[in-house]
């Protein structure tokens, strides 16, 4: 069993992008470390770290239920550049699959929400 990021329409042939609940967690604790910090260390992660003490734009990916709820297009248009500029920097490392692999889910992670921006809709977490 695992989650997906699926648009919010009723295209069953639309983008999405899918991991298992520990590939998600995983994905996230990466992206919170190319963002400067730990994931661990914030509230409602295990730790008691405000959110309010980091600053990225991908806060709405980071903190949030990873089993129910959406993203609004508006903060999908917030991360969208950062996610873009991630995929940028990081180059694929010969012998280091884990980050080919991440490079991987946020490349899928941004068509699937210019996809969302596209079409006005909601990325959902399903």
Not at 6 to 22: F, H, I, L
Not at 43 to 56: E, F, I, L, P
Not at 100 to 107: A, E, H, L, Q
Request: charged content about 25%; proline content about 6%; hydrophobic content about 35%.
């Amino acid at each position: 069993m695992g989650l997906m990021l699926a648009p919010g329409d009723d295209e069953v042939a639309g983008p999405d992008v899918s991991w298992s609940y520990t590939g998600f967690n995983m994905f996230r604790e990466w992206l919170a470390q190319t963002e400067g910090f730990t994931l661990a260390e914030m509230n409602g992660c295990g730790g008691d770290r405000m959110w309010s003490s980091v600053t990225t734009t991908l806060t709405p990916l980071l903190d949030h239920p990873d089993d129910e709820g959406s993203l609004s297009p508006a903060q999908c248009a917030a991360m969208l550049p950062r996610l873009e500029a991630i995929t940028g920097q990081r180059q694929y490392e010969r012998g280091d699959p884990v980050l080919g692999r991440r490079i991987d889910d946020v490349r899928q992670l941004v068509s699937v929400i210019k996809y969302c921006l596209e079409k006005d809709v909601e990325l959902v977490f399903c």
